[in-house]
């Protein structure tokens, strides 16, 4: 995906949330316990303005978090004008500093909160007990790539603490994740989880349309939404450290 399509996307998930928000402001977000549609719109305005300053500032912004205004919509609708407007102001190119050491650029942001974005998009409308917009496929296809790579992956590698009572379980045996479109082979510890791109013979599948398989792995849909194959204890285990890496 390039830049322009990434702005599409966060533009069209952005404004559908703040669509269906408005209405369930007192309403419970089911996969986020204890949130309130209020509490989602306050932690998504935190985010856009933490990676506008840290964009700007070229430094983590510290202290943190800011006072936001008691109107949490208000607070939203002007986090996300800094955050569409320090995006579009820089060359994807351009360095930033991340949590992700391989990529410290703008893009890398822009990427993110294009999916951080559709993801709390979907929480909004489960919120609002709405029919999920569905997720275009090149933007579910990429959001399954990063969450699997940027977040898994690289979690074992870099924080292996974090998953090291489920690593400690794992033999190296893969699932392969598969939409109509893309393929990944998941191999699963017992030191750290590798993704590679493709297909090959695992243990265990996920299979589905891209937006089944995003909410899947980002947790926001059970087993039913995606079709699994083979050793479910394989599937349990990802499943379990994909809730420590995304929660």
């Given at each position: 995906?390039d830049?322009?399509?990434?702005?599409?996307?966060?533009?069209?998930?952005?404004?559908?949330?703040?669509?269906?928000?408005?209405?369930?402001?007192?309403?419970?977000?089911?996969?986020?316990?204890?949130?309130?549609?209020?509490?989602?719109?306050?932690h998504?305005?935190?985010?856009?303005?933490?990676?506008?300053?840290?964009?700007?500032?070229?430094?983590?912004?510290a202290p943190?978090?800011?006072?936001?205004?008691?109107a949490?919509?208000?607070?939203?609708?002007?986090?996300?004008?800094?955050?569409?407007?320090?995006?579009?102001?820089?060359?994807?190119?351009?360095?930033?500093?991340?949590w992700?050491?391989?990529?410290?650029?703008?893009?890398?942001?822009?990427?993110?909160?294009?999916?951080e974005?559709?993801?709390?998009?979907?929480?909004?409308?489960?919120?609002?007990?709405?029919?999920?917009?569905?997720?275009?496929?090149?933007?579910?296809?990429?959001?399954?790539?990063?969450?699997?790579?940027?977040?898994?992956?690289?979690?074992?590698?870099?924080?292996?603490?974090?998953?090291?009572?489920?690593?400690?379980?794992?033999?190296?045996?893969?699932?392969?994740?598969?939409?109509e479109?893309?393929?990944?082979q998941?191999?699963?510890?017992?030191?750290?989880?590798?993704?590679?791109?493709?297909?090959?013979?695992?243990?265990a599948?996920?299979f589905?349309?891209?937006?089944?398989?995003?909410?899947?792995?980002?947790?926001?849909?059970?087993?039913?939404?995606?079709?699994?194959?083979?050793?479910?204890?394989?599937?349990?285990?990802?499943?379990?450290?994909?809730?420590?890496?995304?929660?």
């Amino acid at each position: 995906m390039d830049e322009q399509r990434f702005l599409e996307c966060l533009d069209a998930d952005f404004t559908r949330l703040r669509a269906v928000v408005e209405g369930a402001l007192d309403a419970p977000v089911p996969p986020c316990p204890g949130w309130t549609g209020a509490d989602l719109v306050r932690h998504l305005a935190e985010v856009y303005l933490h990676k506008t300053e840290t964009m700007r500032q070229g430094v983590w912004p510290a202290p943190w978090p800011p006072a936001l205004p008691d109107a949490a919509l208000a607070a939203l609708d002007d986090a996300y004008r800094q955050l569409l407007g320090e995006l579009t102001a820089r060359d994807v190119a351009d360095r930033a500093l991340t949590w992700y050491e391989p990529d410290q650029t703008v893009g890398f942001w822009l990427r993110r909160m294009a999916h951080e974005t559709v993801i709390h998009r979907l929480d909004a409308e489960l919120a609002a007990g709405v029919a999920h917009d569905p997720i275009p496929a090149d933007l579910a296809e990429d959001g399954i790539d990063e969450v699997l790579t940027c977040f898994l992956a690289y979690a074992s590698a870099e924080y292996p603490d974090e998953l090291g009572e489920h690593l400690g379980e794992c033999d190296g045996r893969t699932v392969q994740i598969a939409t109509e479109g893309a393929g990944w082979q998941v191999q699963l510890g017992p030191t750290e989880v590798t993704v590679v791109r493709g297909e090959s013979d695992p243990e265990a599948g996920v299979f589905g349309e891209p937006g089944a398989v995003l909410r899947w792995v980002w947790r926001r849909a059970g087993d039913g939404a995606v079709q699994l194959d083979g050793n479910r204890w394989v599937i349990g285990k990802l499943r379990a450290m994909l809730g420590v890496t995304t929660q």
